[in-house]
């Protein structure tokens, strides 16, 4: 399977709605504070391991 950016994106926010749809469904923290505290830790966390993770790649096709 060939990962374009628009896949990998997409797969990307997949797993973060997921995450965050179980958090609220679960009820462990109150909806608002998923929404205003881990959703953008989530989002920030996330495109800084891609990033980094693209950077990796790129470094490793070129060894």
Do not use: C, H, N
């Not at 830790?41 to 490793?60: E, H, N, P, Q």
């Amino acid at each position: 399977m060939e990962f374009d950016l628009l896949r990998a994106g997409g797969i990307l926010v997949a797993i973060i709605a997921i995450g965050v749809e179980g958090l609220v469904a679960s009820g462990v923290m109150a909806a608002q504070t998923v929404l205003m505290m881990v959703l953008p830790s989530m989002v920030i966390f996330a495109t800084v391991a891609f990033w980094l993770g693209m950077k990796y790649g790129g470094y490793r096709a070129l060894q």
